[in-house]
């Protein structure tokens, strides 16, 4: 076996210098070939969608695609969503250790008792059209905490960024549900603190003043799960605008807002509402084939949502367990000959027979699941995003917090290769054709 190389040389072919790179090594994953001072040699690279770019070294989630694995500080992701809560996995990514009973307890209590919002906030909500979808009011909202939560100002400062990282994992949720409850027009529903956190949104989603509301707690362990498995995905498009938002020296509560705008794409967090879109549209078993072949159509934009990765292309863990949980959920609800399931069952199945599918490793993705569940606790397509917003707020501030306290990152500035006109001379308005 040969040994690792430890340095890369680019050579040209008009005969100029070679530039030795030195390579480093991580923990675990691909060793990075180090172009920091490439620059100083007047040439760049060239990666759009950072296909083959680190951006960043970071702590706090490993993923092999080709393995299917998934950490979170070390923990696999199949360990945590059976044995731990979303509080945990929220104080092992942002302080990157899993706490113990007494610094469980303190954490979920400083989190719990910093759910409320300021009033003045309901005031914002009530600023946007009803109709507007939770994700616009969620980028606005959020946004706006920073006109609210005046930390001290020094996202140098551990125990500022500590205070950030609180308030938003405690009043995210709010905002999620009150996005929604203003949307079907019933009264923002206030935390009730004596539930846990996943019990918490559901309550702030699903009652109204005038009914008690107990939340199921199949269901509820099954949101716990869904937030759990969306809480962080390492440099993933949307904790990469977080980052470079942050890079120079934005404010958090903004910073976050430009990650939940990231994360509202189809592409990305907007998958799961989008497939259930999708199989809202085929309707019935009998059209499936026909969505498929559109699918593969290169000349129809049309793709199946909630299939395929960047990442994974061999199975998405989180996928395998979430379609377990999946089934658990129906089960619980009677749900299993739902028409809308099966279709979903069916299309599952078709797709992973399919030749086109089976050669471009394109697998059901977390998703194509977590929509299905979500659904099927009665939670609108248009939520989706959202819900994944409020789960992934624990890896972004994890990302953000972690950025800030290494005192050597720069501001992320790409470069470009330029394609547009060489110089040319101004031309008056008159002259112009
Ligand atoms: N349906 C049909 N064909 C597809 C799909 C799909 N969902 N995904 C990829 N392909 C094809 C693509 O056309 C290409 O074919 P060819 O090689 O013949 O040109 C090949 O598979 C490789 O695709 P790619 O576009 O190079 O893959 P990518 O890494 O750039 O895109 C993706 C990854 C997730 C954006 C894409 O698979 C996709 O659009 N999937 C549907 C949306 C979705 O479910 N996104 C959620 C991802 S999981 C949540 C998250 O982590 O944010």
């Not at 960024?161 to 929604?180: D, F, G, M, N």
């Not at 949104?201 to 699903?206: L, V």
């Not at 910073?255 to 085929?282: D, F, Q, R, V, Y």
């Not at 072949?293 to 000349?299: E, F, G, L, V």
Request: proline content about 5%; overall charge neutral; hydrophobic content about 40%.
């Amino acid at each position: 076996m040969t040994n690792k190389p430890t340095k890369a040389t680019i050579t040209f072919d008009n005969g100029a210098a070679p530039i030795e790179l030195p390579i480093l090594s991580g923990s675990l994953g691909n060793d990075v070939i180090d172009i920091r001072n490439l620059s100083k040699h007047g040439i760049f690279t060239y990666d759009p969608g950072f296909m083959s770019t680190a951006a960043c070294n970071s702590n706090i989630t490993f993923i092999d695609g080709e393995k299917g694995l998934l950490y979170y500080r070390g923990y696999p992701i199949e360990q945590l969503a059976e044995h731990c809560d979303f509080m945990e996995v929220s104080h092992l990514l942002i302080n990157g250790e899993l706490p113990n009973a007494t610094q469980k307890q303190e954490f979920t209590r400083t989190i719990t008792s910093h759910t409320m919002l300021h009033d003045q906030l309901s005031n914002i909500f009530r600023g946007f059209r009803r109709d507007a979808h939770p994700m616009a009011v969620m980028v606005g909202v959020v946004g706006s905490m920073s006109a609210f939560y005046h930390t001290k100002g020094d996202i140098h400062d551990a125990q500022s960024r500590e205070i950030t990282a609180h308030q938003l994992l405690a009043k995210v949720p709010t905002i999620a549900a009150w996005s929604y409850k203003y949307n079907i027009g019933q009264p923002f529903m206030y935390p009730a603190n004596h539930l846990n956190y996943a019990e918490n949104f559901m309550h702030m989603m699903f009652a109204t003043p005038c009914e008690q509301y107990v939340p199921n707690p199949v269901l509820a362990k099954a949101f716990d799960r869904i937030l759990i498995l969306h809480a962080d995905h390492e440099q993933n498009a949307s904790t990469s605008t977080v980052r470079l938002a942050g890079s120079s020296g934005a404010n958090p509560f903004a910073c976050i807002a430009a990650g939940i705008a990231s994360l509202w794409g189809p592409a990305h967090g907007g998958a799961n509402e989008a497939t259930l879109k999708m199989l809202e549209e085929i309707g019935d078993i009998s059209r499936i084939g026909e969505f498929i072949k559109r699918a593969k159509d290169k000349t129809d934009t049309f793709r199946l949502m909630g299939f395929g990765h960047r990442v994974y292309r061999n199975m998405d863990p989180r996928a395998a367990i979430m379609r377990k949980t999946c089934h658990e959920v129906l089960n619980e609800l009677g749900l299993n000959d739902d028409p809308m399931f099966k279709l979903a069952m069916a299309l599952e199945k078709i797709a992973l027979e399919d030749e086109y599918f089976v050669s471009r490793q394109l697998y059901p993705n977390v998703d194509f699941y977590s929509g299905i569940v979500m659904r099927a606790m009665g939670i609108p397509n248009s939520m989706f995003t959202a819900i994944f917003a409020l789960a992934r707020t624990a890896g972004w501030i994890a990302q953000w917090s972690e950025m800030n306290a290494d005192s050597g990152h720069k501001i992320g500035r790409p470069r470009q290769l330029y394609t547009g006109e060489t110089r040319r001379e101004f031309v008056p308005i008159v002259k112009r054709t």
